[in-house]
């Protein structure tokens, strides 16, 4: 079945450092992918999203690029805010099969700013 | 504004105790799913729903229960819960039905259920 991995967290930074937080993929048809954010005490929200290969999807500052042929989408920031604090989940959804677009998520990786 | 929303946000109960999470959309969205998410476990589907009426079991469905009697509206039923159905528990909805994978899912803000 389709599965994400992200790289094990907590993540601590400061203030204006660079952000990598590592995605890989396992997906049995062609899958499109997202990175979405978690702010303390809100729901989920769209961050970013990539539905082919070698595109790149970017939002406030953030960028993410589809790699097929490492099955990674791995999420970076250049300069990293307290605001960025959260917790950030890489999922995928496939469009093979039967999963009617479902998505499937990472564990979550906590993100933590200071300044 | 476009939305979801989820009530109640909290709630603690005792095991066996009927409950019943709501759900409502207003982006006229054809599917709508659930969610539980767990440290260290991320977001798993409980159940989703192509249309009104049509409902089907995500990964981890025992022990819930869904309807879809309008469009807008997809209540989570928990008929017996218990302690390992404490969870933080999510609401999404999509534009698309079967061929959505491209589309973005909109969560609703969560309900944090503890069961005693």
């Known amino acids: 079945g389709d599965s994400v991995t992200q790289m094990e967290g907590p993540v601590t930074l400061s203030e204006e450092a660079f952000l990598t937080i590592n995605c890989t993929y396992t997906a049995t048809g062609y899958p499109s992918l997202f990175w979405y954010v978690q702010y303390p005490g809100e729901g989920l929200q769209l961050l970013l999203k990539a539905t082919k290969a070698d595109d790149k999807g970017s939002n406030k500052g953030f960028e993410a690029t589809y790699r097929k042929e490492t099955t990674s989408f791995h999420l970076e920031k250049g300069s990293v805010q307290v605001s960025d604090s959260a917790v950030y989940f890489c999922?995928?959804?496939?469009?093979?099969?039967?999963?009617?677009?479902?998505?499937?998520f990472g564990q979550g990786t906590i993100l933590t700013v200071h300044p | 504004e476009a939305q979801v929303t989820q009530n109640p946000r909290y709630l603690i109960t005792v095991t066996g105790k009927k409950l019943t999470v709501t759900c409502s959309q207003n982006m006229n969205h054809e599917y709508m799913s659930w969610y539980r998410q767990d440290p260290g476990l991320g977001l798993r589907q409980i159940y989703y729903s192509m249309n009104v009426e049509v409902t089907d079991k995500g990964d981890v469905p025992e022990g819930y229960k869904v309807s879809r009697k309008e469009k807008r509206n997809f209540p989570l039923i928990l008929e017996s819960p218990s302690p390992n159905q404490t969870s933080l528990y999510f609401c999404?909805?999509?534009?698309?039905?079967?061929?959505?994978?491209?589309?973005?899912?909109?969560f609703g803000p969560g309900t944090r259920l503890t069961v005693l």
């Open positions: 999404a909805s999509r534009q698309g039905a079967s061929g959505g994978a491209t589309d973005t899912q909109y």
């Open positions: 999922a995928l959804s496939d469009r093979g099969g039967t999963s009617y677009g479902k998505l499937t």
